[in-house]
Nanobody, 114 residues
Framework: QVQLVESGGGLVQAGGSLRLSCAAS????????MGWYRQAPGKQREFVAS???????NYADSVKGRFAISRDNAKNTVYLQMNSLKPEDTAVYYC????????WGQGTQVTVSS
């Protein structure tokens, strides 16, 4: 089993920044992709960003140029640096880690006020 612990969410004004972290622990042999998704009230969960084991990245169009995903393989941790935040970025952000199966974090709330 793999456990994911997310941190870094909170309340920020529009234009501000936040950095999310997701640390994986447990029976980890190798981590393939790591990523972030989000779910706003009344909406479906959507893809935000992902990073492969070789540091290849992918972003949703809505966050390109504002968000940056990175990972520390030694710490089994993935980060999401969020800059120039907008009210529409308000959502619960979930970490996803893929080993031989996928695991999801518990979610962390990000609220951007206008």
């Amino acid at each position: 089993q793999v456990q994911l612990v997310e941190s870094g969410g909170g309340l920020v004004q529009a234009g501000g920044s936040l950095r999310l972290s997701c640390a994986a622990s447990g029976s980890i042999f190798s981590i393939n992709a790591m990523g972030w998704y989000r779910q706003a009230p009344g909406k479906q969960r959507e893809f935000v960003a992902s990073i492969t084991s070789t540091a290849g990245t992918n972003y949703a169009d809505s966050v390109k140029g504002r968000f940056a995903i990175s990972r520390d393989n030694a710490k089994n941790t993935v980060y999401l640096q969020m800059n120039s935040l907008k009210p529409e970025d308000t959502a619960v952000y979930y970490c996803r880690v893929v080993t031989s199966r996928e695991y999801w974090g518990q979610g962390t709330q990000v609220t951007v006020s206008s």
